[in-house]
């Protein structure tokens, strides 16, 4: 019981065109890894596919060394999708609500909240620096603060495998900085495996156990250190010749 | 005014009836309103009337399904229709609205070449759709009161989920709740 996920040989295709082509990878169990790829190059695919909302064309899932027909912990794995913080903000849900969600599939059906599920949703509000603002209403939080909700939503069950599909889109810098903070927390005091996918090369290179780099298929998959010295190489592969990558602090 | 009320059967059953209706509606309804599906009962009503069309011209044209209610035609067409809207809404994902719209004018559609077919109906077919508040029964109120129970506890045991759903089902679904099957139900 040492892998989250192991990924063989998986293609998917829209109708006729390929999306992916054979991308073979694992993460370990408390491992933080960095999929970085172009816009088009399959990386929400691939998430989806995980998840088992998409159905590969080919290859094999197993999520905690089990094959994805077979595997029902749902509740283990936290996901925050691309479009988190595109929700209907004039729905009326308070922060509490909608971090309690993140509990109910682990509840099961008929079950009311209790006194211990309370607590965790205040701590799992609380770990997201937003105590205080459990009976707001969430469309009337900022940007950054409405992606904490949904960081606190994907960990309140605390599950063992946390996936982000390029959480920070559409956050302002210092709410950025905060939020890889809040990752390298959970990563190094809750030992939760990550897998993050994200456009920022600059800032996951100096955080991630392991990147890899897909478009259609996996150009790279190691450790940041050997990324480096070929990361020109690398991401022309993956973007093409003019693309500069900059470096910045956060 | 006030001793009619307490004389007449049928103004009590109306005004009971009335007031479960009144009830149970929005407590259905303000999860479709969230949802973005506010035209489903619009859209329900119009399968209803093809499935009473149906069974109205079943029962024109052969003698031996007389015995068919056309009320059961319209309740059956109408859990059909929620099948295939669910059905619609997955391959319309990212214009989930388009599904009944769709089904609304197809529902018309059918309606209208049914009862040009049977040239007109000897049954007013917009008097099963709708119906007459006045004209309701003491079983017709028993049922009502039966289905307002059942639709309010299951709500209240499925509160939950059916929150969730409606907030985010992407995210519902990959915790582990069964949406799909929520979604028909």
Known sequence: MNTSINLKDISFKYENSLVLENVSFS?????????????GSGKSTLIKIILGMLKPTKGEIQLFDSPISHFNEWPK????????????????????????????GKMGL???????EKEMVKHAINIVGLSGYEKQNIGKLSGGQQQRVFIARAIVSEPELLILDEPTVGVDENSEMQFYQLLEKM???????????????????????????????????????????????????LYGENVHVLQHNH | ????????????NAFFSGIL??????????????????????TLSHVTLAGVATGLFLQKNFVSLQIINPVYIGTLFSLAGVFLMDRLRQVYRFY???????????????????ISLADGFNADVFGYL???LIAISDKDLLVILVVTVMIISIILLLFKELFYISFDDEAANTSGIPVKKLNIF
């Not at chain 2, 005014?1 to 009590?12: G, I, T």
């Not at chain 2, 009830?23 to 009962?41: K, T």
């Not at chain 2, 009944?100 to 559609?109: F, M, N, V, Y």
């Open chain 1, 27 to 39: 993460l370990q169990k408390g491992e933080f890894l960095g999929l970085i790829g172009p816009n």
């Open chain 1, 77 to 104: 794995i936290g996901y925050v999708s691309q479009k988190a913080n595109t929700f209907n903000g004039g729905f009326p849900a308070t922060v509490f609500e909608v971090v309690s969600t993140g509990l109910f």
């Open chain 1, 110 to 116: 008929f079950k009311w909240m209790g006194k211990q």
């Open chain 1, 187 to 237: 990563h190094s005091d809750l030992k939760v495996s990550l897998l993050l996918v994200t456009h920022d090369i600059g800032a996951i290179t100096s955080r991630v156990d392991t990147v890899a780099c897909l478009n259609k298929k996996l150009f790279f998959h190691g450790k940041p250190s050997e990324f480096e010295p070929n990361r020109i190489g690398i991401t022309d592969q």
């Open chain 2, 1 to 12: 005014m006030l001793s009619d009320f307490f004389y007449f059967d049928f103004l009590q």
């Open chain 2, 21 to 42: 209706i009144g009830l149970v509606c929005p407590i259905i309804g303000v999860f479709l309103a969230v949802r973005r599906l506010s035209l489903i009962a619009d």
């Open chain 2, 96 to 114: 989930q609205e388009l599904a009944l719209p769709i089904i609304l004018s197809a529902s018309i559609g059918f309606s209208v070449v049914l």
């Open chain 2, 130 to 132: 709708f119906g007459s």
